[in-house]
């Protein structure tokens, strides 16, 4: 029985549904604070919160669990600038409560969800795993903090554990049953969508004098069923007895937000006209992943690696006139 932590959120649900698909038994510990019981689809629920270690260590002793995929953590840049507490008790103390019930009760497989976010401002680009973590960031600290816990627990206790740090996930699934619905909204593709469908404010480019051929910032975009499959391929490896290891996922390519914006305009086929704001404090320049390791230990390979296809993908779930974060 698979552990999918945090399997009410974007990228969880998209996780949960897979696993489904797959007839591959899980059960989702999540505590519904930022994710949605609607995207649970048909997938078990217990309710509980990553920073109770009690109620972490029950679901181990209720259920018969074989390896954990760790998603539940806040996500938000900005708001771990503001309230970077809350983002080392969730994050990092909620990593803590999983790896010492894993240890108890002894089960080492675990997938974990990290970040791009960990590099910080980029040496240089596309970014390689042994590019050094130098976050400038709350979140991307807490997320560090958590891998260097892994680390020490795979050195102390023989946990096996796949790091996977991601870029920018987007899209949803193409059928439109599940995708992201943060509220509040903070990320480009869901902001320039959600403009277009008259269901927020005019958006905003944030920066336009960037070090980039259009002045504004490159992000790696990577299809959230893409990164459902880098999940798949590590739960194999761990299976199959592999040890531990970590790997960037993403494409490769990275886009402008004023492409993205032309994209997304293209797909809705509504004019955004964004106002040209000033910077957000701690964005770098450029992100973007060099995912070879990935590619050449597991054959990952991204299949829905167009921007286009994100966004169309993504717009069919966000202009269905029941979205919203409780449909
Ligand atoms: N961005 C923007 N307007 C928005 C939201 C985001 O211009 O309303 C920019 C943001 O500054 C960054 C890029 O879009 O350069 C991607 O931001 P997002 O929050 O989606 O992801 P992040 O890269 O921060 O994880």
Known sequence: MILVTGGAGFIGSHMCR?????????????????????????????????????EVAAVFDREEITAVIHF????????????????????????WNLIEAMRSREVNQLVFSS???????????????HHPRNSTSPYGDSKLASERMIEAASAAYGL?????????????????????????????IPIALLAAAGKRP??????????TPDGTCIRDYIHVCDL???????????????????????????????????????VTGKSLDPELADRRPGDPAVLTADSSKIQSAWGWKPQRPDLETMIEDAWRW????????NR
Request: hydrophobic share 35%; proline share 5%; aromatic share 8%.
């Open 228 to 266: 459902v499959e880098a999940h798949i391929l590590a739960l194999k490896h761990l299976e199959n007895g592999g040890k531990s290891d970590l790997f960037n996922v993403g494409t490769g390519k990275g886009f402008s937000v004023k492409e993205v914006v032309s994209a997304a305009e293209m």
């Open 115 to 129: 970040t791009a976010a960990v590099y910080g401002e980029p040496q240089q680009v596309p970014i390689p795993e």
């Open 18 to 54: 897979r696993l489904r698909d797959e007839g591959i038994d899980h059960v989702v510990f999540d505590n519904l604070e930022r994710g949605w019981k609607e995207s649970l689809g048909g997938s078990r629920l217990i309710q509980g919160d990553m920073r109770s270690r009690e």
């Open 318 to 325: 966000l202009s269905d006139p029941a979205y919203g974060p």
């Open 202 to 211: 005019r958006m905003k480019i944030f920066g336009t004098d960037y070090d």
């Open 160 to 188: 096996n554990a796949v790091r996977l740090r991601y870029f920018n996930a987007a899209g949803s699934h193409p059928d439109a049953t599940i995708g992201e619905a943060h509220d509040p909204e903070t990320h480009l």
């Open 72 to 95: 539940a953590a806040y996500i938000e840049v900005g708001e771990s600038v503001k309230a970077p507490a809350a983002f080392w008790e969730n994050n990092t103390i909620g990593v």
